[in-house]
């Protein structure tokens, strides 16, 4: 008896007009083409195609009842989806110093599961106790306040949608192809329903900032975390006031430790590193203090020596996750070109897709909603002859900023530089079907 799990999905043989509406309608059976394939390597011939649907079986899950409720009181997903974790590019020298990246080419949609948020962490992950922990806010402000959680739940809060990108991602492509899958690559690049206290609330509840001074007419905030690094950023104050957060949970549920529990800073926009994880100070000053994370890291050097200093927002950028490296197109005909946009300046306007390495391009469809600050999903609808092929992505944000090619980046910045890498990213495919990052 041949059960459905069995059988290998069925896809169109070929793009002729004849089969658009057949392609239409299994447009989602061709992606899972594509994660079939990756999986075990699926090698259907032409003539399963054709073959009839059998009657439904009855497979042996039908026929016994299934594990009872509560088997994980903590849901998991299922045993099948083992491969969707988190991975680590490399080893880092010092102790607590780690990072784990997003597998982005095995997700749906925008937002990114908790389980599955990239970590990045300098001195570890500290088991922090919420009733131990406080918040203080002080420095130039009417009241200073030590914060208990309790204070800070009983704060209006709210709930917003924003990308978090770690400066250092993508940072593998600056000499050129890497090789590696998109997870590597990308994968410092998460997104979630953050909720918490908005800044600007935080600071009336300690009777706010006092006025600036005509000799220091700009306010700038410190953020401090409570783990062995004491992760320590400058923020311009004004800049962020309406925009950044004090989160204490993240897409419905309490942080995850590993991503700052119990209280974080989200600044949207901003490199991942700004938004410091178990925040546990906020220090309005009217000068940055120039940290060691804004000093001999976080920096850019530039080829006539200078440095680039505070580069806070995150550049226009976009990546397509299918097809993405590892991957393999079984089958001529349709194939949708999915993948993520977004920008730390706002909101995505326009992304382009070009398949033959940049000398054609045409604009994807954008998936909405299109936020403020969020990743944003576009597919673009591709049929595959069996050429080689070389598939692009260009993201165009509101602010009219077109995400730039390696080739203007390095112009532009030289080879020195590690942060803030954004260039147009290229998926090589051959004529067998592999894709590649080459
Ligand atoms: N306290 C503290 N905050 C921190 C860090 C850290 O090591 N300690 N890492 C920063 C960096 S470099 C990034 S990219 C983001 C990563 O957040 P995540 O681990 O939740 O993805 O947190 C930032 N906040
Ligand atoms: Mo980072």
Redesign the pocket.
């Known amino acids: 008896m041949r059960f459905l799990s069995d059988r290998k999905p069925s896809f169109p043989a070929d793009g002729s007009p004849a089969s658009a509406r057949r392609r239409r309608l299994l447009g989602s059976a061709a992606l899972s083409a594509l994660a079939v394939s990756q999986a075990r390597n699926a090698n259907a011939s032409s003539a399963e195609l054709l073959e009839p649907l059998e009657p439904l079986a009855v497979p042996s899950w039908t026929r016994t009842p299934g594990t009872p409720i509560l088997t994980h009181p903590y849901g998991v997903p299922s045993s099948f989806e083992a491969q969707v974790v988190r991975r680590a590019a490399r080893q880092w020298p010092m102790p607590g110093a780690a990072s784990s990246l997003t597998p982005l080419a095995d997700l749906f949609g925008t937002l990114t599961p908790n389980g599955l ?7 570890g992950v500290p088991d922090i106790d919420p009733d131990a922990h406080r918040l203080a806010v002080h420095g130039l402000v009417a009241q200073p306040k030590l914060f208990t959680m309790d204070d800070l739940l009983r704060l209006p809060a709210e709930s917003r949608i924003h990308f ?1 990108e ?1 400066s250092g991602n993508t940072a593998s492509e600056w000499k050129g192809p890497s090789g590696l899958p998109l997870q590597l690559t990308h994968g ?1 690049l ?1 997104c979630c329903d953050w909720t918490g206290v908005r800044l600007s609330t935080l600071l009336e509840a300690v009777g706010g900032s006092t006025p600036p001074a005509a000799s220091a007419p700009q306010r700038w905030l410190l953020a401090e ?1 409570a ?1 062995a ?1 004491a ?1 320590t950023r400058s923020l311009p104050l004004d800049a962020i006031l309406d925009r950044a957060l004090v989160v204490y949970a993240q897409n419905g549920e309490r942080l995850r430790p ?3 529990y119990p209280l974080r800073l989200i600044v949207p926009g901003y490199e ?2 700004t ?4 925040l546990r100070r906020l220090k309005v000053v009217d000068a940055p203090l120039e940290t060691r994370e804004e000093t001999s890291k976080y920096t850019g050097l530039l080829p006539d020596g200078r440095a680039r200093q505070f580069v806070f927002e995150m550049d226009a950028k976009s990546v397509i996750t299918r097809p993405s490296p590892g991957q393999r197109l079984t089958r001529h005909g349709y194939y949708p070109v999915v993948g993520l946009a977004w920008s730390g300046r706002g909101m995505i306007r326009t992304v382009e897709v070009s398949t033959d390495g940049g000398a054609n391009w045409q604009a994807a469809r954008l998936e909405g909603p299109v936020r403020d600050r969020a990743l944003t999903g576009f597919s673009f609808d591709w049929t595959w002859q069996g050429e080689p092929a070389t598939l692009l992505s260009r993201a165009t944000d509101a602010t009219g900023y077109v995400q730039p090619t390696r080739e203007a980046l390095v112009a532009a910045r030289g080879l020195n530089s590690y942060y803030h890498y954004n260039g147009i990213q290229s998926w090589r495919v051959g004529a067998d079907g592999s894709v590649s990052n080459a």
């Not at 948020?117 to 001195?123: K, Q, T």
């Not at 938004?275 to 178990?278: F, L």
């Open positions: 948020v990239y970590e990045r962490h300098h001195g978090m770690c410092l998460s975390g783990d690094a992760m590993e991503n700052g991942g590193n938004h410091v994880k178990w």
